[in-house]
C-alpha cells in the first residue's frame, strides 16, 4: 500500500512536456501503476464512497443548531467494541497477506472465514445498537445528530454489506479450490483487503469525529467555515 501511494505522488509531480520526461515515458508499457484490475475497481469505489461520507459529514455541519447540545449524547460501549471488531477484520486481512507470501493455503481458508464472521458480528452490533437507541427515545426525528449517525451507520453498513457479498463470492471458490490453486486468488483477496482497510477508515473517522470529539470538531469546522 505505501509502496503504491508513493507511485502515486511520484506520478503527480512529474512533467510530462519535458524531454526527459518524454523520453521516460516512451519506454512505458502503457500501465501507469502496477496494480490488478480488482484494486482498480476497489479505488473507484473509495472515490466514490468518499464523495458520499464526505456529503454526509458536510450535511451534519452545517445542519446542526447552534443551541443544540451534542456532547456526550452517546456512551455506549456498544460503539467501542465494534471498533475493535473492524481493527480485528484489518489484523487478520494482515495475516491473510503474510499467509500468501508464505503459501500458507490452510491458514487463508481459515483467517478468511474469521474476517467474514467477524464482519457479520459488526453488523449485528450495529443493529443492536440501533435498537437501543430507538428504545431508548433517539429516533431519526429526535434531531439532527441523531439523524446523523443513523443515515452515516446505515451507509457505512450497506457498503459493508457490498463488501460481503464479494468476500462470499471469493471465499466460497477459495474453499472449493485445490490447495495449489488458491493462490491464484491473490489479486481478489488483496483487493478485499483494501477495501475493509478503507472501511475501517472511514469507520475511525467518522468515530473520532461524531463520538469522541464531537463538540470540538464541530467547533473547529465552523470557525473555519467563518
Known amino acids: 500500500m505505501s509502496g503504491f501511494i508513493k507511485k502515486f505522488f511520484g506520478t503527480l509531480i ?7 520526461q518524454m523520453a521516460i515515458d516512451s519506454l512505458d508499457e502503457g500501465r501507469a501503476f502496477n496494480i490488478s484490475s480488482q484494486k482498480s475497481a476497489v479505488i473507484i469505489i473509495f472515490g466514490i464512497a468518499t464523495v458520499l461520507f464526505s456529503l454526509v459529514f458536510t450535511a451534519y455541519l452545517y445542519t446542526i443548531p447552534p443551541e443544540q447540545d ?12 465494534n471498533t475493535i471488531i473492524l481493527l480485528f477484520v484489518t489484523y487478520f486481512f494482515g495475516k491473510i497477506t503474510k499467509d500468501l507470501e508464505k503459501k500458507e493455503t490452510l491458514k487463508i481458508k481459515k483467517n478468511l472465514i474469521i474476517v467474514g464472521a467477524l464482519s457479520y458480528l459488526f453488523l449485528f452490533g450495529q443493529a443492536t445498537f440501533w435498537f437501543q437507541l430507538m428504545k431508548s427515545g433517539n429516533y431519526v426525528s429526535t434531531n439532527t445528530y441523531f439523524s446523523s449517525f443513523y443515515f452515516f451507520t446505515a451507509l457505512h453498513g450497506l457498503h ?21 490453486k488458491i493462490l491464484d486468488e491473490e489479486k481478489n483477496i488483496s483487493a478485499l483487503s483494501l477495501y475493509w482497510l478503507y472501511l475501517l477508515i472511514v469507520w475511525i473517522v467518522f468515530f473520532l469525529m461524531i463520538y469522541l470529539f464531537n463538540d470540538s470538531f464541530i467547533a473547529w469546522c465552523k470557525s473555519l467555515i467563518s
Open 70 to 81: 451534542t456532547m456526550y449524547l452517546l456512551k455506549p460501549n456498544l460503539l467501542w467494541i
Open 14 to 20: 512529474q512533467k510530462p512536456w519535458e524531454k526527459e
Open 160 to 180: 459493508l454489506l457490498g463488501g460481503l457479498f464479494f468476500w462470499g463470492k471469493v471465499t466460497s471458490r477459495v474453499l472449493k479450490l485445490n490447495n495449489d
